[in-house]
């Protein structure tokens, strides 16, 4: 079977100078700046999107407008409660449930879960600063991604 590419993309950076909770809070101005660059950056390295799945927190959906606004072909995007404040077992099962058809899925959500989240599918360990991406290879299919079975192709925040 093919192998799947799985991005993990957090949330630009947040806003934390006013009292609302935190799945509400806001991107700052910095944020706002750099989430199109990442997506610039998946336009150039990737070769199209099959799904996107995203944290419900405000900081992240917003992170996925600015960044799908770059894309040609924006992806079906779902929003998952299972990416807040998730830990690296929990998103796990988000990975494995992603659609069959789609062989490339883009998430977009928090650390210290997607850090760990990498870690864990890698073996390596992964530093995801704000509207940084972690590009992974999963082989065969969604249900393939164990511990340690994934490869890290690339990381970094996108230059911009």
């Known amino acids: 079977m093919k192998e799947r590419t799985l991005i993990l993309l957090r949330h630009a950076k947040s806003d934390w100078s006013g009292e609302q909770p935190d799945v509400e809070r806001p991107l700052a101005g910095r944020g706002r700046r750099q989430a199109p660059d990442a997506g610039r950056w998946l336009v150039t390295n990737v070769d199209g999107i099959g799904v996107a799945v995203v944290s419900p927190a405000a900081r992240a959906r917003n992170t996925w407008e600015l960044?799908?606004?770059e894309l040609d072909a924006?992806?079906?995007t779902r929003?998952?409660?299972?990416?807040?404040a998730a830990s690296a077992d929990e998103l796990l099962a988000v990975v494995r449930d992603l659609p069959a058809d789609a062989e490339t899925a883009v998430l977009v959500g928090h650390n210290p879960g997607f850090e760990e989240l990498a870690e864990l599918l890698t073996g390596e360990p992964t530093r995801l600063t704000t509207s940084?991406?972690?590009v992974?290879?999963?082989?065969?299919?969604?249900?393939d991604a164990a511990p340690g079975a994934c490869a890290l192709r690339a990381l970094g925040r996108p230059p911009g």
């Open 132 to 134: 940084a991406l972690a």
């Open 67 to 69: 960044v799908s606004a």
């Open 136 to 143: 992974l290879t999963v082989p065969g299919s969604w249900s």
């Open 74 to 76: 924006p992806p079906p």
């Open 79 to 84: 929003v998952d409660d299972r990416l807040y």
